[in-house]
């Protein structure tokens, strides 16, 4: 009995030793592992991995994407302060016309257009200087005008085109030259491994994606500016047939 016991006590220790070390290799496993995942995480800012990507593409070809995304910008923050502040109250204004035409004559009307801001109110105070020449001269010249406001409007919106077909090319350009040298490289190398032809392949892509964004980002600018455009000319061709109206029941 008392053999039994022993025994059974050594088989005890043995597996209760067996099952402690086994808990301090998975512990050992787990704190290794958790370890290995903290190093590996990116820690860096979303500026600190830009700025590497830019220079791992060369900043030469990144440049010059860089440039057209610069130049885009400017021209669009630009003609969007621009239109906005050419938007007028079409609405009002012609109310307001109306009304000093009723009042005050042809005078008063075109005060109004003078002291009003917008492509639209030029073009009537143009069609109101002109109205002791008839109301069809008034009607000629509110169609010319309005070709030289449209102009206006429609200022620096080519360049903003260009840029956006620039910006892909460009990287496409870096795209080219970034295989060229790595067949360069598995040339010189006489090996067509992975590490060989890694740079020349990662400078290929990353200007493809740097120029594929600006021109993405670019588009979108162009598309708002393009669409206010329209809303701003629609409301111009339909002020100017109501200011002719208006002006054909005056002199009436």
Known sequence: MKKLLTILTITGLLFLGT?????????????????????????RTFHQILKQYFIDGT???????LITLILGLAIAIERIIYLNMATTNTDKLMASIEDAL??????AAKEVARNTKGPVASIFYQGLDRMDEGVEQAAKSIVSYGGVQ??????NVSWLSLFIALAPMLGFMGTVIGMIGAFEAIAN?????????????????????FG???AIILQIFYNYIISKIDSIVNNMEN??????????RYKK
Request: proline content about 3%; overall charge negative.
């Open 239 to 248: 002020s100017s047939i109501s200011l002719v109206d208006m002006l054909i």
């Open 59 to 65: 900043p030469i070809f990144m440049g010059f994407v």
């Open 19 to 43: 099952v402690q070390n086994s808990y301090a290799v998975i512990t050992s496993t787990l704190q290794d592992a958790e370890q290995v995942a903290t190093e590996t995480v990116d820690t």
């Open 189 to 209: 190398a006489g090996d067509i491994s992975p590490a060989v032809v890694a740079v020349g392949i990662k400078v290929a892509l990353l200007t493809t994606v």
């Open 212 to 214: 594929l964004v600006v």
């Open 102 to 107: 009723s009042n005050g004559g042809v005078e």
């Open 150 to 155: 449209m102009g206006l409007l429609e200022k």
